[in-house]
């Protein structure tokens, strides 16, 4: 009778063991595929991430907003030419080269409207490089050594049943949060290039005001804007970067379950840093 229970034991111990290590093998795995997906998806300008989009935001900025940008273009030339004939005392002082001034000024405007697509692309295409070369220095593997699986396995064996069977649902219920974060993490990254597209869209309507030192403000911030929005990437890539670190940094030997918590609470962390990076992104650039 007693052998036949330390073999149901032993049985139950297995079954517990083996459904532990399943959930924490499929954790991790969805950390890593996420982590993973997140630095390709940063890694990528406009143009890369989605062609389809990034054609139909061109088509709608180049024949819908740009027309109106020709307009805002327009009255501010308007108002900086009567500017400078009332500034000259209503050009009872006559000075030739103002309205060659006019003249130069409201070319360059229209020039920087007509390419406003390709100098935002350069923005991004500028962040991209700085993205794609920290990638090569920022460890985003977060993935626990398999000795250190062997040494949770271990652990596991030396447990009793009802040690086991409370893990295994606390380490089910771990899973499951982490799936969610991933959720969280990948409509953070996703929403940011969303942005961009937005953002991208209108960019002619700024690139009008350079025209005019008081409206230019408008345009300025547009630019620190789009800059924050590229650059945001970069810090992204230094969070996965902390976050891998911090996970590789998680023992399983002693303390298993503050282990498995602290790895959701790094999960959090890093859910909000990447929420937070916008933000930080914007003032580092001044951007409103």
């Not at 459904?19 to 982590?35: K, V, Y």
């Amino acid at each position: 009778m007693d052998t036949l229970l330390q073999k149901i034991s032993d049985w139950l111990k297995e079954i517990l063991i083996n459904g532990i290590m399943d959930n924490f093998t499929g954790m991790f795995d969805a950390i890593n595929q996420r982590t993973g997906e997140v630095a390709t998806n940063v890694g990528m300008t406009p143009s890369q991430f989605s062609p389809e989009i990034f054609e139909m935001i061109r088509n709608l900025s180049e024949t819908v907003i740009l027309p109106i940008a020709g307009l805002v273009l327009t009255f501010i030339a308007c108002i900086e030419l009567i500017q400078l004939i009332i500034d000259h005392n209503n050009l009872a002082n006559f000075e030739t080269w103002i309205f060659f001034k006019w003249i130069f000024k409201t070319f360059v405007a229209v020039l920087l409207i007509s390419n406003t697509f390709n100098i935002t692309m350069a923005v991004f295409d500028v962040a991209q490089h700085v993205v794609n070369a920290s990638g090569g220095l920022i460890a985003r593997d977060a993935a626990v050594a398999a000795a250190d699986m062997d040494a949770f396995k271990e652990t596991l064996q030396g447990m009793n049943e009802g040690a086991l069977l409370g893990l295994f649902l606390q380490s089910f219920i771990v899973r499951f949060l982490i799936q969610i974060f991933s959720v969280i993490i990948m409509v953070i990254v996703y929403g940011r290039m969303i942005e961009i597209y937005l953002m991208t869209s209108l960019a002619p309507i700024p690139f009008a005001t350079f025209a005019n030192r008081e409206q230019s403000q408008m345009g300025q911030n547009f630019l620190r804007a789009l800059a924050a929005l590229g650059f945001q990437g970069f810090l992204i890539m230094i969070c996965l970067g902390i976050y891998a670190v911090l996970i590789k940094n998680v023992t399983f030997s002693d303390h298993v379950v503050a282990s498995m918590w602290g790895i959701v609470g790094y999960t959090v962390l890093l859910c909000f840093t990447l929420f937070k990076s916008g933000s930080l992104a914007k003032s580092i650039f001044n951007a409103r």
